[in-house]
């Protein structure tokens, strides 16, 4: 798992806390943690990967986002599962978004107080899609990606 790999555009590296990091891109403004999945199910074709997004102009705090390691199909849903709860995104063919700003509150929660996370979904193949995080370190790269944008307008 390299998280440093992930944000190649990133500016500035707030620190990599375990397997999550935390970046901050002045020029845009925007922050984020971030982490690659530490398992997927089936071949991969892309780097799948979990953000929690600041973005000061756009008054955008703690975005739940992620990125999956395979096109997904149309009529099939998106889900996160943290710690016996489950959450069903917003997504397109790759990637998934909370609902809104409630569910994004709810599942960083859930992200603090778990040690793993899946994203789940069904392949256009037909396949399941499953990539798996580990969430330790996660509290830390939020707290950090949000502090880093504390000050950025």
Same mark, same amino acid.
């Given at each position: &798992?390299?998280?440093?790999?992930?944000? %190649?555009?990133?500016?500035?590296?707030? *620190?990599?806390?375990?397997?999550? *990091?935390?970046?901050?891109?002045?020029?845009?403004?925007?922050?984020?943690?971030?982490?690659?999945?530490?398992?997927?199910?089936?071949?991969?074709?892309?780097?799948?990967?979990?953000?929690?997004?600041?973005?000061?102009?756009?008054?955008?705090?703690?975005?739940?986002?992620? +990125?999956?390691?395979?096109?997904?199909?149309?009529?099939?849903?998106?889900? %996160?599962?943290?710690?016996?709860?489950?959450?069903?995104?917003?997504?397109?063919?790759?990637?998934?978004?909370?609902?809104?700003? +409630? &569910?994004?509150?709810?599942?960083?929660?859930?992200? +603090?107080?778990?040690?793993? &996370?899946? %994203?789940?979904?069904?392949?256009?193949?037909?396949?399941?899609? %499953?990539?798996?995080?580990?969430?330790?370190?996660?509290?830390?790269?939020?707290?950090?990606?949000?502090?880093?944008?504390?000050?950025?307008?």
């Amino acid at each position: &798992m390299s998280v440093i790999s992930v944000p %190649v555009i990133a500016k500035d590296s707030l *620190g990599i806390f375990n397997s999550w *990091g935390a970046f901050r891109d002045s020029e845009i403004p925007r922050c984020y943690a971030i982490a690659e999945s530490e398992e997927i199910t089936g071949k991969a074709q892309r780097k799948s990967f979990a953000t929690i997004g600041f973005w000061p102009r756009r008054k955008i705090r703690r975005q739940f986002h992620v +990125r999956l390691s395979r096109d997904r199909s149309t009529n099939s849903r998106l889900i %996160v599962s943290i710690a016996g709860r489950r959450f069903q995104l917003t997504a397109s063919r790759f990637d998934g978004w909370s609902q809104d700003k +409630r &569910m994004d509150a709810s599942i960083i929660s859930a992200i +603090r107080s778990a040690t793993s &996370m899946t %994203v789940e979904s069904v392949g256009r193949n037909g396949k399941p899609i %499953v990539d798996a995080y580990r969430l330790r370190g996660a509290a830390t790269a939020i707290d950090a990606a949000s502090l880093g944008c504390s000050r950025l307008r």
